[in-house]
């Protein structure tokens, strides 16, 4: 079984300020763990995924994210956000032998000039 | 590379009436998904296909939600009769066949989504 869980529904942050999205997972296999992007009225992109290699993942646009063990935890950051960066954004986590993924609910980036 | 493609990218029906969608993956992978993904919600996976085989169709309700993919190349996802909290985006998926090897092979690529409306 496995599980996702975004702690935060909404975060609001002024652009050039950091940017942190939380995330925490539950699986019984090693699991492989994405973190997606999605603009209004256009499909799903991925940022970035962690599938058993470095901890610190780096993605596209700046963001990155860390994959803690300990805390089941893969927390999605970037330094210094854009307006750009205004979108929902899914974790998610995938059972390496299945292929099966579970979504979060999400997390709404709004940017504020 | 050409993404995936999907079609209708929007479709308004009244309950009772029947819908399909019909979706094509990069060309090469072999698993495909269909996700429905409700207002305010993440994805929820529907069925899961490796080739022309189903791999994981538990979230699909069988009663009124059928799919196939014939030949393993694209595939529809058909809703007969729909109901009111079908309202939603219906979301095809692909990715390189699961299995080891070092690759990202849990790397869904995903196409644009159709937007049901069930009246």
Redesign the interface.
Known sequence: AQSVTQLDSHVSVSEGTPVLLRCNYSSSYSPSLFWYVQHPNKGLQLLLKYTSAATLVKGINGFEAEFKKSETSFHLTKPSAHMSDAAEYFCVVSNINAGKSTFGDGTTLTVKP | EA??AQSPRYKIIEKRQSVAFWCNPISGHA?L?W?QQIL??????LI?FQNNGV??DSQLPKDRFSAERLKGVDSTLKIQPAKLEDSAVY?C?S?FL?GGGGR??????????TRLTVL
């Open positions: 993404g995936v698993t998904y996700y305010g919600q993440g994805p929820k996976l899961q791999v994981d979301l998926a990715s699961t990202s092979y849990n790397e869904q690529f995903f196409g644009p989504g």
